[in-house]
């Protein structure tokens, strides 16, 4: 028999993966929605690329706990790293957050390793809610085998 507890954590993990896919959808659909300006032309969307940093670094991380808020997206990871458990992502850039839930999400429900991208030394833009003795922002995030 399966534990009540594995099944609670599935749905759960479900569930923020579909939050994660709506909520991209959600604002995928909002971003065609752009109003033209006065002579009629639609300006060009501002491309929203990562800082270009040279002390920006990779790293790996167990996701542990992975949370949702209005402000921030984290997660915590099962170790350290330079004294870092968390990294977060602020949710003004909508867009980004749900794709970056998406990863952290898929990642720990298939229990994978996630590599982080992000500037150890760089506590001047954090999320909200992220504490410079133990948080950082993510730049990037991803998984793979």
């Given amino acids: 028999m399966v534990k009540k507890s594995f099944v609670k954590q599935i749905v759960t993990y479900a569930a923020l993966i579909l939050l994660g896919m709506l909520l991209s959808s959600s604002l995928a659909s909002k971003a065609t929605e752009q109003p033209a300006s006065p002579q009629g032309i639609v300006p060009a969307a501002q491309p929203h690329a990562l800082p270009a940093s040279p002390n920006a670094v990779w790293t790996t991380c167990t996701p542990e706990n992975i949370a949702a808020y209005t402000t921030r997206i984290h997660v915590k990871c099962a170790t350290a790293v330079g004294g870092i458990y968390w990294f977060a992502v602020s949710v003004d850039n909508a867009a980004f957050a749900a794709r ?46």
């Fill in 100 to 145: 970056t839930l998406s990863v952290l999400s898929t990642a720990q429900v298939a229990g994978r390793t996630l590599s982080i991208l992000y500037e150890p030394d760089d506590t001047s833009n954090l999320p909200p809610g992220c504490s410079a003795s133990d948080c950082r922002a993510i730049l990037a995030a991803s998984f793979g085998q």
